[in-house]
């Protein structure tokens, strides 16, 4: 119950991220190519959306097997051999991930304490102007005054993405121990192109002839 709910939450988190960001990009365009004007916090924060969707979707990816990647030789060797050889390959991910978790850890410690701002974005003044000066600098550093947003919030994403990417290979690693699954699931460029012609060819045969 609780993973079919987390994987709703994941699914709507992404639809907003992409939605948003489709936005975003057609009124930036809208206003450059018809007002000749433009909006750079627009800019920014299309960017930090996209980072938010690339970083949140990786884990949802080895969920769902939407991941590239090359298993011919794998798929040649016996039962156990594909077993230990997943078990590896998600062993050096585990690694990975820990190693981006103590780089982002370390990064947004530094961005935390130096408070550096975004350089177009800003909180609502009706958010912060209720705010304590001295405890909204000392907790969350932001400045009441000029509020903008500080960097260590909009680029959190690194700890939440890279928290979720590990948790998902351990429930891959898991799988392979019990025997649920033997590896990764890939996405099939290939058979997806060839299901995407036979949909295609069987579209062509339900129309009805030129009539004459």
């Given at each position: 119950?609780?993973?079919?709910?987390?994987?709703?939450?994941?699914?709507?988190?992404?639809?907003?991220?992409?939605?948003?960001?489709?936005?975003?990009?057609?009124?930036?365009?809208?206003?450059?190519?018809?007002?000749?004007?433009?909006f750079l916090w627009i800019q920014e924060l299309t960017l930090t959306?996209?980072?938010?969707?690339?970083?949140?979707?990786?884990?949802?990816?080895?969920?769902?097997?939407?991941?590239?990647?090359?298993?011919?030789?794998?798929?040649?060797?016996?039962?156990?051999?594909?077993?230990?050889?997943?078990?590896?390959?998600?062993?050096?991910?585990?690694?990975?991930?820990?190693?981006?978790?103590?780089?982002?850890?370390?990064?947004?410690?530094?961005?935390?304490?130096?408070?550096?701002?975004?350089?177009?974005?800003?909180?609502?003044?009706?958010l912060v102007s209720g705010l304590d000066p001295d405890k909204a600098?000392?907790?969350?550093?932001?400045?009441?005054?000029?509020?903008?947003?500080?960097?260590?919030?909009?680029?959190?994403?690194?700890?939440?993405?890279?928290?979720?990417?590990?948790?998902?290979?351990?429930?891959?690693?898991?799988?392979?121990?019990?025997?649920?699954?033997?590896?990764?699931?890939?996405?099939?460029?290939?058979?997806?192109?060839?299901?995407?012609?036979?949909?295609?060819?069987?579209?062509?045969?339900?129309?009805?002839?030129?009539q004459k």
């Amino acid at each position: 119950m609780m993973s079919r709910f987390f994987s709703h939450i994941e699914e709507v988190v992404l639809n907003a991220l992409i939605t948003a960001m489709t936005l975003l990009v057609f009124v930036e365009v809208i206003a450059r190519f018809f007002f000749n004007t433009g909006f750079l916090w627009i800019q920014e924060l299309t960017l930090t959306i996209c980072g938010w969707f690339v970083l949140f979707g990786m884990s949802y990816g080895v969920k769902i097997g939407a991941h590239i990647g090359v298993d011919a030789f794998v798929k040649k060797l016996p039962a156990k051999g594909r077993k230990y050889t997943a078990l590896l390959a998600v062993a050096i991910c585990l690694v990975y991930c820990g190693m981006f978790l103590v780089g982002s850890w370390d990064y947004l410690a530094k961005m935390y304490q130096i408070g550096v701002p975004m350089e177009d974005i800003d909180f609502p003044h009706f958010l912060v102007s209720g705010l304590d000066p001295d405890k909204a600098w000392e907790y969350l550093r932001i400045d009441v005054e000029e509020p903008a947003v500080p960097l260590w919030i909009s680029q959190s994403i690194l700890l939440i993405g890279f928290s979720l990417l590990t948790w998902r290979f351990l429930q891959l690693a898991l799988a392979i121990i019990t025997n649920k699954t033997d590896g990764f699931a890939f996405a099939d460029e290939a058979k997806e192109s060839m299901h995407l012609i036979d949909q295609e060819a069987q579209a062509d045969d339900k129309q009805p002839g030129d009539q004459k």
